[in-house]
């Protein structure tokens, strides 16, 4: 017989991406405080996200997921929290004006501090081997703030409490007229301008409605006594508070091993990254294993290949998880198989039409094989860095250096966000604009 799952069922199996504390004495002490915190998130909303979900893997919502790579505690100010909620929430009004889709709208924020490194530490002129940085709630981005801290895992907490808080007050009494106008300058060189133009002046005429404005939280959860802290029971389920959706990176996803374990009793909607190597038997097992009781919104796959690399994977994926017999969501992430680095600088970015490409790949085989993309998956921010190039915002790789912010991944800016929202859109299937083009 089966043991009983416990929120430290994971403790005792082999571990990946989580850091190590040095002081034991004071991560108890921690760990001790977050249990008895407030959670950050109620059971009631992960279970309606999880009800939403099941009608994006229907087809009848669509999933607009992104935000940071790795969010930093200096950005937790008001003007960086509200563009990055405002441009979250004009990319789903973009969808869903030009598809009639209704769309839900999932956050990196509030909890996305810490990342996966391909290695603990790293080497650094002049001051030999150092830990690798992996996110503010682990370590500091500054070579002398390196050591993991595990009262850094409190910072993360008072950081999201805020955050969320600013963020849930912004969406019930702010102002949204700001929402209602959005800047297409950075656009004007796009053949689609006009088109642009047009859609846009169409939604500024729309009321904001609750649906509109309404969004849910999400992070990678990789650091597990932190996440176990905040996972509560109620009655006989427990969920993860921390968030209304965490996931599975594509580091961490090995079936015999903790993060799978912990995830698995979680009540949460819950993701799975899921890359070039992941083996079709494997996928079929993972879904079992996640979703036993086969419950439509509890599993969202999301899918990161790279542009032209989808067409030898996703059919054999998809093929397995109709084998399994598991309903599963599926969820475009279309920038983590697409890292580069520039020739001019060596800073890591992204190409802008790659991205697009492999969305667009995407769609395409879920239709061909009787599949349904239920979202997309991307890192941006509502600020005008320069990460990635391309775009009709313009941005090369000499320009890279402009005002380039990221600790970790490059983001698409504001204006590349937005452009991606018009493009994905009018790539998705819409009765209204096929009645249009046939008069």
């Known amino acids: ?61 669509f999933i607009v997921q992104g935000g940071d790579c790795a969010e930093r505690f200096m950005d ?6 509200e563009q990055q909620l ?29 990342k996966p490194r391909s290695k ?20 500091g981005f500054e070579t002398k703030d390196r050591k ?52 846009a002046k169409a939604i500024s005429s729309k009321p904001v409605t609750a649906e509109a404005v309404e969004f849910f939280t999400a992070h990678e959860a990789m650091q597990l006594d932190l996440e176990e802290a905040l996972t509560r029971p109620l009655g006989d389920k427990y969920y993860n508070l921390s968030a209304h959706l965490v996931w599975i990176g594509d580091r961490t996803r090995q079936l015999d091993c903790a993060h799978i374990e912990f995830f698995k009793g979680i009540s949460n909607p819950i993701g799975v990254k899921v890359g070039p190597s992941m083996k079709n038997d494997e996928l079929k097992d993972l879904v079992q294993v996640l979703n036993p009781n086969k419950e439509e919104g509890r599993l969202m796959l999301i899918t990161r290949y790279g542009a032209g690399k989808a067409e030898g994977l996703l059919p ?18 279309a920038v983590h198989g697409n890292g580069i680095v ?59 250096t402009k005002n380039y912010e990221t600790y970790c991944d490059p983001r698409l800016n504001y204006a590349q966000a937005i452009e991606a929202a018009f493009r994905v859109a009018n790539e998705m299937p819409s009765a209204e ?6 008069k």
């Open 1 to 61: 017989m089966a043991a009983r799952w416990t929120p430290s069922s994971w403790h005792s199996l082999p571990k990946h991406q989580m850091a190590e504390w040095e002081d034991k004495e004071v991560a108890e002490k921690v760990l001790a405080k977050l249990s008895k915190l407030p959670p950050l998130v109620l059971p009631k909303e992960a279970d309606r996200l999880k009800s939403l979900l099941a009608e994006a893997g229907r087809g009848e919502k």
């Open 76 to 81: 937790c100010e008001q003007g960086r929290l």
């Open 86 to 114: 405002k441009m979250m929430l004009q990319f789903g009004m973009i969808v869903e004006h030009i598809t009639g889709k209704p769309t839900v709208k999932i956050c990196r924020i509030a909890g996305q501090y810490g």
């Open 120 to 139: 603990p530490t790293e080497v650094v002129e002049g001051l030999g081997e150092i830990m690798s940085f992996k996110g503010d709630n682990i370590n």
């Open 148 to 199: 993991w801290d595990p009262e850094r895992l409190l910072l993360g907490y008072w950081h999201s409490a805020a955050s969320l808080n600013f963020l849930r007050s912004y969406a019930a009494s702010g102002d949204h007229v700001p929402l209602q106008s959005m800047p297409l300058g950075d656009l004007k060189s796009s053949p689609h301008s006009g088109g642009y133009a047009e859609d």
């Open 316 to 333: 054999g994926h998809i093929q397995a998880v109709k084998e399994s017999g598991v309903p599963v969501v599926w969820q475009c992430d």
């Open 342 to 400: 520039a020739k001019a600088n060596k800073l890591k970015t992204r190409n802008f039409d790659d991205i697009m490409t492999e969305i667009v790949e995407v769609m395409a085989i879920h239709k061909r094989c009787g599949s349904i993309l239920g979202g997309i998956h991307l890192e941006m921010t509502g600020q005008d860095v320069t990460e990635v190039v391309g775009g009709s915002v313009g941005v090369t790789e000499e320009g890279l």
């Open 433 to 438: 604009r096929a009645a249009k083009r046939s």
